[in-house]
């Protein structure tokens, strides 16, 4: 593998324009290392690259500004030898795109402006709460009693925020979105000087000494997005804060993320502003270990599929929507794919086919011809990938005090979750899919869930068990969305009463786990519409 140092292409003054150049020269090669002297480098939008992306789950589409884009290359590495990346401004640092053999190691992220306000409780009274602006605040203004972000001479409203303990950093125990009982745009702001803002119109008022995180953000970008590439390294890598998720990998094959840590900052209480890890529609296997994710706004992992909608069909063909906003323009379908239809209440496949040809009319409409008849396939039902759909293990891994859940789990690849510790705000692990909405597939079909410690989980108000297996709007008789899950050996510390919910499985298993409980609390197990439940508890067991 040849070796370049970044110093020798340093030349222009800019670090973004120095590496698009460099980068842009190297595109089509193979078994590059590019290695840079331990420093802070700072990315600015102005002279780097820029492509249009559909990026799943971030609900902007469009042209994307990108620090380091690796397109259509194998073999290459960039060593960050423990320097600081930092990216002000809408920008996605990592773009990976039909490449691979790609690594990246050794390096911090951090984006200094991401939308966010985050404010200490000082006092309150009748309607009203004071706030001590923190970080962010030269982001934020007051404009006719309305408080906006003011980012690039465009004014954002705000929208939802969460609450923080001051004194341990987990969520506020009961509490999920808009804490105050309201959302922060229906409010009256009103400047008090010295970075106190006074909110009216409140319903709660939170604890003075407690921490809001008042949000105004968008999914501008996320910290890596990756595309059409396989065998993907991430190892070393610090998150501090991006504008979406912390990993977005779409169509892609074989990612491994090592020492892949979304961290806190200084006493900065939030980091990224979405999910540290999500996965669309990948192949092949994901690895995530011995990483820890805290204060991202979302889960640490979520790994799904899509469903798409059939809006026509001929005889050999159908037609097909991606219908969810943030799923628009994303090219999952291949030649050779072998598909199933589904009804949308019960997602329980009733055809299987295979793809001939697939057509990209638009963002929006897919035709997809096949090599089967379509006579039994109804309009209006959603067809969903059997063959894009990988193996996870997620394994040694910390996920504590963030919004939201741990893991969101659909895909219908081999599954293990092991030897990782979970302190959540809500769920810890949640099974869901739905037709409907987010048209997020699918239905899993053999997960293992061992020797992990959830400690004190769903302490906010996010899911409703520490595994929870969300219901289906309709079932089948005999028939089961989910294959077979197995939580084996596992210690839970409970501060609320429902361990799992086991719901729409073929085969459940819940054996050897340790529970504890708060004072108050009664641990129970429920078990719905499984078809063999191995549950050996001392618990209760509800149906």
């Not at 992306?53 to 469009?62: A, E, M, Q, R």
């Not at 159908?318 to 323009?329: C, D, L, R, T, W």
């Not at 910390?398 to 219908?412: E, F, K, P």
């Amino acid at each position: 593998m040849q070796t370049i140092y970044f110093r020798d292409h340093q030349k222009s003054g800019d670090t973004g324009y120095d590496l698009y150049r460099l980068l842009t020269d190297l595109r089509g090669q193979s078994g590059v290392k590019i290695v840079f002297d331990k420093d802070t480098y700072t990315v600015t939008p102005d002279r780097c690259f820029e492509r249009s992306l559909n990026i799943s789950n971030h609900g902007w589409n469009g042209p994307k500004r990108i620090a380091a884009l690796i397109e259509d290359m194998t073999d290459i590495e960039l060593d960050f030898s423990g320097s600081t990346l930092i990216t002000p401004g809408v920008i996605t640092p990592f773009a990976f795109i039909r490449s691979k053999g790609v690594t990246v190691r050794n390096v911090i992220m951090e984006n200094p402006q991401t939308m966010f306000l985050q404010a200490k409780v000082v006092s309150h009274g009748d309607g009203y709460v004071d706030l001590l602006k923190m970080q962010g605040k030269e982001q934020f203004r007051i404009r006719h009693g309305e408080l906006l972000c003011d980012y690039y001479e465009c004014l954002f409203p705000c929208g939802t925020h969460i609450e923080y303990k001051g004194d341990t950093g987990e969520i506020e125990t009961g509490t999920a979105d808009n804490t105050m009982g309201v959302w922060i745009g229906d409010c009256r702001t009103e400047d008090m000087g010295n970075d106190i803002l006074r909110v009216h119109g409140v319903k709660r008022y939170p604890p003075i000494g407690n921490i809001l995180i008042i949000s105004a953000a968008r999914r501008l970008g996320c910290g890596f997005f990756c595309e059409d590439t396989t065998d993907i390294l991430c190892e070393n890598v610090t998150l501090h804060s991006c504008y979406g998720m912390g990993i977005l990998a779409q169509t892609c094959e074989n990612i491994t993320l090592r020492s892949f840590n979304v961290l806190r900052h200084g006493d900065q209480y939030y980091t990224v502003n979405a999910d540290g890890t999500h996965f669309v529609n990948c192949t092949g296997l994901v690895t995530v270990e011995n990483s820890t994710f805290e204060g991202q706004l979302d889960d640490a992992l979520n790994i799904h599929g899509m469903y798409t909608k059939i809006i026509d069909k001929t005889a050999s063909e159908i037609f097909v929507n991606e219908v969810h906003s943030q799923a628009k323009g994303i090219r999952i379908y291949r030649a050779g794919d072998r598909i199933q239809v589904l009804k949308p209440d019960t997602l329980i496949p009733y055809t299987e086919k295979s793809i001939k040809e697939v057509e990209y009319v638009n963002a929006d409409l897919v035709r997809l011809v096949l090599n089967e008849s379509t006579e039994d396939i109804l309009v209006g039902d959603d067809i969903e990938s059997l063959t894009r759909a990988a193996d996870l293990i997620f394994r040694g891994n910390i996920v504590r005090n963030n919004r939201a859940r741990g893991m969101l789990i659909a895909t219908r690849g081999k599954t293990v979750i092991e030897d990782c510790y979970f302190h959540s705000s809500g769920s810890a692990i949640l099974f869901e899919s739905n037709g409907d909405y987010w048209y997020e597939s699918g239905g899993v079909q053999d997960v293992t869930i061992r020797r992990n410690n959830f400690d004190g989980c769903k302490h906010g108000g996010w899911g409703r068990a520490i595994v929870d297996c969300v219901p289906r709007k309709a079932t089948e008789e005999g028939k089961y969305f989910n294959r077979e899950i197995k939580v084996l050996d596992n210690t839970f510390h409970m501060v609320t009463d429902a361990v799992a919910i086991l719901d729409n499985i073929e085969h459940a298993v819940f054996r050897g786990n340790t529970v504890t409980a708060a004072e108050g609390v009664s641990p129970k197990v429920i078990v719905r519409h499984v078809g063999n439940a191995e549950i050996e508890t001392d618990l209760p067991i509800e149906g």
